[in-house]
């Protein structure tokens, strides 16, 4: 079973639509939760950081974290095609080297 | 700033030919990552560095081997290319203090195609 699981897509959805991302994880030790976007022929940037359970909002972009179902979330609202990227969940523990990537989401947002 | 700058962008090698792949940050990170991305399989961790002087083994290390002398650089070395080390290679760094866990910035990526 790989640490983190994410369906590689594609995902399309119209302009507008509400999109959502997920992820699931194995380890328990994880505490930090994050998602990346990677515009394609690009390095990954980060996009939303979360420590432990809960919630996080920024601006159309809502991180959503369950620790009891090992489960991550990324909601878009309103999308724009410039969201069209790849989004990769991303978890580890304290350290920073134990970060394990998902295999990344291919999103496209259709005008 | 620049960042995470890293050099080549593109590379054609011959199975057995040599090369590095460079990458050098200016933020003053203490960690540094070489990753490889491989079509749907996510990043993997090849080899990652907490300081200058330090260095060790990510999940992927067969076939590579790196260095850090300077907080600033660190090389990715490629000794024997194999067509299975085909793949889109990028440098990342972060600071990380106190058992924290921060942002990583990534460079642009390094495809390389082995033939």
């Known amino acids: 079973q790989k640490e983190v699981e994410q369906d590689p897509g594609p995902l399309s959805v119209p302009e507008g639509a509400i999109v959502s991302l997920n992820c699931t994880y194995s380890n328990s030790a994880f505490q930090y939760f994050m998602w990346y976007r990677q515009y394609s022929r690009k390095g990954p940037e980060l996009l939303m950081y979360?420590?432990?359970?809960g919630n996080k909002e920024d601006g159309r972009f809502t991180a959503q974290v369950d620790k009891s179902s090992k489960y991550i979330s990324l909601f878009i609202r309103d999308s724009q095609p410039s969201d069209s990227a790849t989004y990769l969940c991303?978890?580890?523990?304290?350290?920073?080297?134990?970060?394990?990537f998902g295999a990344g989401t291919r999103l496209f947002v259709k005008a | 700033n620049a960042g995470v700058t890293q050099t080549p962008k593109f590379r054609i090698l011959k199975i057995g030919q040599s090369m590095t792949l460079q990458c050098t940050q200016d933020m003053n990170h203490n960690y540094m990552y070489w990753y490889r991305q491989d079509p749907g399989m996510g990043l993997k961790l090849i080899y990652y560095?907490?300081?200058?002087?330090?260095?060790d083994k990510g999940e992927v290390p067969n076939g590579y081997n790196v260095s850090r002398s300077t907080t600033e650089d660190f090389p990715l070395r490629l000794e024997l290319a194999a067509p299975s080390q085909t793949s889109v290679y990028f440098c990342a760094s972060s600071y990380i203090s106190n058992g924290g866990n921060t942002e990583a910035f990534f460079g642009q990526g390094t495809r390389l195609t082995v033939v």
């Open positions: 991303a978890s580890g523990n304290t350290g920073g080297f134990k970060t394990i």
């Open positions: 560095s907490v300081g200058a002087g330090i260095t």
């Open positions: 979360t420590y432990s359970s």
